[in-house]
Each structure stands twice: as structure tokens, then as C-alpha cells.
């Protein structure tokens, strides 16, 4: 299931996300971060944008895309390869 298609709002590639009651963001710490690094990995080729991550958040349930990727973008992930890279290498090396 696509999260969001009630809203009728469309993201990239006609996934839809919006958040609704319930949905959690997914940044480094959240129990379910291992699992969408583990997604976007599968990506390969970043094209200067958050495409992939949003594909991959949209394909766990109960995830707020769109605030997944605002606080990601925050962290300095505006980008799939920052997202991969930048983010969660940075928060490694912190041990987090």
C-alpha cells in the first residue's frame, strides 16, 4: 500500500505521502533506521535528489515520508548519496 493515497498528494514517481496519525520519522536512532539504510542501498546511483529515499520509505508501512525526508534534509541529507553517506556515516563515527 502506498501511504498517503487518501490525501491525493503525489510525490516522485506517483508514490504518495502525507502524513497521518501515527506514522514515524525515520532518521539515525530510530529502531527502523537499519532497515531503510538497508533500502536505499539497494539504489546504487544517486541523481542529485531524494527519489530513491522516498521510494524506500514509501515501502515500510507506517512511515511519514515527507517528514522523514524534511529531517533527513535537516541532518544534511538532501540527497539519496547524502542521505547514505553524509548522515549516517557521520552519526557512525559518533556511535550513535
Known sequence: MLLGAQRGRSGVSGVKS?????????????NRWPEF?????????CFGNTKQARLALAAMDGVDVDG????LARLGGSCDCQIELDVAQSLASRGA
Do not use: D, Q
Open 18 to 30: 502525507g502524513p497521518r496519525t501515527g506514522e514515524e520519522i525515520i532518521v539515525p536512532g530510530h
Open 37 to 45: 539504510l538497508s533500502r536505499l542501498s539497494r539504489a546504487r546511483i
Open 68 to 71: 522523514s525526508l524534511r529531517e
